[in-house]
């Protein structure tokens, strides 16, 4: 690698502002982006139109597209003096809900700094991220260097709900064209080469409605829903034993997440409900099988149908998201490595994303090489006062920017 690139990379990381980054990081947090379908100006659409605006005054080409209404995903292009590749960084505007603010030490949506971090909720997941990845972007634009290539920030809705945002930035035919994508996620700036897949799956038991005080005359649609959930525990073990633990993602789950009777319509206390609902979260690593675990489901709710000739369940898939894997030889993750040791001194530490992200469709559906990395402890997202610290987030703009330089810059790099 000669001094030219040096001399280059080191012209954009000059223009990267740590002040800016933690302003532009603080005002992201203070809109409280959690959907909310009875708000009529969503405050997704506040998010999106404060990054759509900022994006626009800094000169970028920028598009707007709602996915639903109240929900608009933004992306934003620059395009280098030169041909070459294009990377795309990824940074959703949604977060999840706050729950009671009260039992916060630090106003959910107030963004404050106290002892270098930054406090609310999305600092961490992922509003700070999104933030380093919008500054990074704007110093190799403002730079003036020449540039091979051409850089996206894409900024969708939904990624904490189905992934709507994504999907439909990818159906929609903006994704073509793109060579690789970072997803800027909370990961302590690891190399995130692996995630997790996951299956959304609902269970619907049908019974018959009677009084608690008379509980032959019915049947119980929640016992049924119980004895599913202890099989499911019982199921989750064996996969655990069979799989063991994945280096980068640890060990698969099956994780009931609601289990309520009725599934529509109030409960009361002295009525047998006519149904029952049981929602899972699976999580899975790459050694196991979508259509045998969902099999294996089935075939527990026939064994116990066996058992009980009023057991009477329906099962359906509503989600899938592959495992994805990124090898260690892909030029993104060579050209992330480099721009790591490049500006740390230090070899990077390669890691697995717990859960799926945004990414997991860039990747499945667009075929585009991902990493994911960001700043942030990644045990801190959707906690009570979650938080960013403000030197890691620092850290991670420069990663990202020199990242994008050694992708795009290629063979003059020697990555």
């Known amino acids: 690698m000669g001094s030219g690139f040096d001399d280059l990379l080191e012209a954009v990381l000059s223009r990267i502002d740590h002040a800016e980054l933690v302003r532009l990081t603080q ?14 100006d969503g405050n997704e659409t506040q998010a999106a139109g404060f990054v759509a605006g900022y994006l626009e005054r800094a000169g970028f080409d920028v598009q707007t597209e709602e996915v639903a209404p109240g929900r608009p995903n933004v ?20 977060v999840v809900t706050e729950g009671d603010a009260a039992e916060w030490e630090h ?28 500054v990074a972007v ?23 709900g189905m992934m709507s945002g994504i999907k439909a ?18 990961e302590e700036n690891q190399i995130c080469v692996r995630q997790k897949g996951a299956l959304r799956v609902e269970v619907t038991f049908r019974g018959r409605m009677a009084h608690g005080a008379m509980p032959l005359s019915g049947v119980n649609p929640v016992t049924r829903a119980a004895r599913f959930v202890v099989a499911v525990e019982e199921f989750e073990r064996a996969e655990i034993s069979h799989h063991g633990e994945d280096l980068l993602v640890g060990y698969p789950s099956l994780t009931p997440t609601i289990l309520m009777g009725p599934d529509c319509g109030e409960p009361q206390i002295n009525v047998i409900p006519a149904s029952a609902y049981v ?15 969902v099999q294996c489901l089935r075939d527990i709710l026939t064994r116990l149908k066996s058992e009980d000739p009023d057991f009477d369940a329906t099962l359906e898939v509503i989600e899938e998201r592959p495992p994805t894997e990124t090898p260690r030889d892909e030029l993104l993750v060579r050209a992330m490595a480099a721009a790591h040791t490049r500006l740390t001194g230090e ?26 990395t960001g700043a942030g402890n990644r045990e801190i997202p959707h906690h009570k006062d979650e938080w960013v610290d403000e030197e890691e987030l620092l850290a ?14 290629g063979e003059e790099t020697d990555v």
């Open 396 to 409: 991670t703009c420069r990663l990202y920017a020199a990242t994008a330089m050694y992708y795009c810059y």
């Open 138 to 160: 704007r110093a190799i634009k403002d730079s003036g260097i020449s540039f091979p290539g051409r850089l996206v920030l894409c900024h969708p809705v939904d990624e904490e």
């Open 75 to 94: 992306w934003a292009v620059w395009v280098g003096d030169r041909p070459g590749k294009t990377l795309l960084f990824e940074g959703h505007t949604d």
């Open 279 to 293: 929602a899972l979260d699976i999580r899975t690593t790459p050694s196991q099988s979508h259509s045998g675990l």
């Open 27 to 40: 005002d992201l947090v203070r809109i409280p982006s959690v959907y909310h379908p009875d708000v009529s």
């Open 347 to 372: 070899a990077p530490v390669y890691n697995g994303v717990p859960g799926a992200t945004d990414g997991t469709f860039l990747h499945a559906w667009a075929g585009i090489p991902i990493v994911t």
């Open 107 to 134: 106003p959910p949506f107030g963004a404050e700094r106290v002892e270098g971090r930054i406090y609310g909720r999305g600092a961490c997941d992922t509003k700070g991220n999104l933030a380093a990845a919008m």
């Open 169 to 186: 930035f990818i159906e929609g035919g903006h994704a073509d064209g793109v060579d690789a994508a970072v997803i800027c996620e909370p």
